[in-house]
């Protein structure tokens, strides 16, 4: 049974930093994408940052200059760096990786997400 199990959210306060973490077990295949998400309430699901695996990385122009995603190929590991947070940056982040089978099947894995609140 495939897990991603997320870690580090919480409360800080306007100005301050958090750092994300993701972990997978028993993915067997090989992951190519990566990314975190977040959702906000009253507001669809939006991308936040994403990492392929030679490592080129997409942000959303919101987080661009703030935020840094970082990938760990040999632990499955995903990990997102908030810097300057905002109000605006309030949501439920979630972990997402993508993995594909030797056949080219892909197989889409989701965290249970964890709260982030930026809050004086």
């Known amino acids: 049974q495939v897990q991603l199990v997320e870690s580090g959210g919480g409360l800080v306060q306007p100005g301050g930093s958090l750092r994300l973490s993701c972990a997978a077990s028993?993915?067997?295949?090989?992951?190519?994408?990566m990314a975190w998400y977040r959702q906000a309430p009253g507001k669809q699901r939006e991308l936040v940052a994403a990492?392929?695996?030679?490592?080129?990385?997409t942000y959303a122009g919101s987080v661009k200059g703030r935020f840094t995603i970082y990938r760990d190929n040999a632990k499955n590991t995903l990990s997102l760096q908030m810097n300057s947070l905002n109000p605006e940056d309030t949501a439920v982040y979630y972990c997402?990786?993508?993995?594909?089978?030797?056949?080219?099947?892909?197989?889409?894995?989701w965290g249970q997400g964890t709260q982030v609140t930026v809050s004086s």
């Open positions: 997402n990786m993508v993995a594909s089978d030797p056949f080219g099947a892909e197989y889409d894995y």
């Open positions: 990492i392929g695996s030679g490592g080129p990385t």
């Open positions: 028993e993915i067997r295949y090989r992951i190519n994408f």
